[in-house]
């Protein structure tokens, strides 16, 4: 199941979320231009590696810097598009529910979870780990608990079946968190799992349910009174 958009409407212009999505393209288009040495070694220096974090903390000679690099990194095409996409159909609303500023820092510290959680799992690894999916993950564990009834314009391909269908925002995102949760029990190494971070992804959108209400803002209701 693919969101294409949905029927969500915002009051805020996006800034951020648009901000981000930029950022993360121009990040790529940098990456494209690098020869494939060049691109490897940059990689390595600005993507999050578990093993050399956990060495860095134990020595205490930093390099933490990495886990927020890492976030506007991505390994192709298929990744930076399905990061996009959903960010931009659930990060508007998000942003629109807490503001700006509220959600630079929420987007940034449901990455930071998402970091963490794979770190907890992976703490050998020495594979590089790219991506915006942790922080996306916790847009849309957000989502979850604020528009669950939402409708989301959904591409639904089994086989030759292709149909775009509208679906409730907690059927589409359940279905999401269920296949990260059955990819992270079948397949929990790194390796085995093609370099996906199922870990983070499962961490990132914890973190966004268990966040959402400290960084949402109630918004007052206008009262009138009849004279």
Not at 45 to 54: D, E, L, R, W, Y
Not at 165 to 189: D, K, M, S
């Amino acid at each position: 199941m693919i969101p294409l958009r949905d029927d969500n409407p915002t009051v805020l212009w996006p800034v951020v979320t648009i901000a981000l999505i930029v950022a993360n393209t121009a990040v790529f288009f940098y990456e494209l231009s690098l020869e494939p040495r060049l691109l490897e070694t940059f990689i390595y220096q600005m993507g999050m590696v578990p093993a050399s974090i956990i060495q860095a903390h134990i020595s205490g000679t930093g390099g933490y810097f990495t886990v927020l690099t890492s976030m506007f990194l991505h390994g192709g095409w298929m990744h930076i598009i399905g990061n996009m996409l959903y960010l931009w159909i659930f990060g508007n609303n998000i942003e629109d529910s807490m503001g700006h500023f509220r959600f630079v820092i929420f987007y940034l510290v449901t990455g930071l979870a998402a970091a963490a959680a794979h770190l907890a799992l992976n703490p050998a690894s020495t594979i590089p780990t790219i991506g915006a999916s942790g922080a996306v993950s916790g847009v849309l564990g957000a989502y979850l608990v604020l528009f669950p009834h939402a409708r989301i314009q959904t591409l639904i391909t089994l086989g030759f079946f292709i149909r775009i269908v509208y679906l409730p925002a907690w059927v589409l995102l359940i279905f999401w968190i269920g296949l990260q949760l059955l990819n992270q029990a079948l397949i929990p190494t790194e390796a085995s799992a093609g370099g996906v971070a199922y870990a983070a992804h499962i961490g990132g959108f914890v973190a966004g349910i268990a966040l959402i209400f400290l960084f949402r803002k109630y918004r007052r209701k206008t009262h009138f009174r009849y004279l």
